[in-house]
């Protein structure tokens, strides 16, 4: 059963930087596109970053707070996505999730990410 699990994520002061891992087992996604999202209690859940499979050439898409300070990267040996955050702000507080999108390449839409995995806390001090 494919299954995505998440890693890396902790308490860090403002400005400071994490790196989060998604293991994905099961399958091989190295077709997939992924994703990462983050969500806080109350909120939807947010688009953050996104890379494309072998179909779509790996290209990345981010969302524009992002831009510049967070890095999507991915290891098909490995079968693993990373998400490189530096500049952390307190405003990146949240749950971060992986996503794998096994259809067309809609980045930004949660609805097109058929596996999900259970997210990782990221909690920035001021």
Not at 15 to 43: H, I
Not at 106 to 123: M, R
Request: charged share 15%; glycine share 12%.
């Amino acid at each position: 059963q494919a299954r995505l699990a998440e890693s890396g994520g902790g308490l860090v002061q403002a400005g400071g930087s994490l790196k989060l891992s998604c293991a994905a087992s099961g399958r091989t996604f190295s077709n997939y596109d992924m994703a990462w999202f983050r969500q806080v209690p109350g909120k939807n859940r947010e688009f953050v970053a996104a890379i494309g499979g072998s179909g779509n050439g790996g290209k990345v898409y981010y969302a524009d707070s992002m831009k510049g300070r967070f890095t999507i990267s991915r290891d098909t040996a490995k079968n693993t996505v990373y998400l490189q955050m530096n500049s952390l702000l307190p405003e990146d507080t949240a749950v971060y999730y992986c996503a794998a999108n096994s259809g067309p390449w809609f980045p930004v839409d949660s609805f097109q990410y058929d596996h999900w995995g259970q997210g990782t806390q990221v909690t920035v001090s001021s």
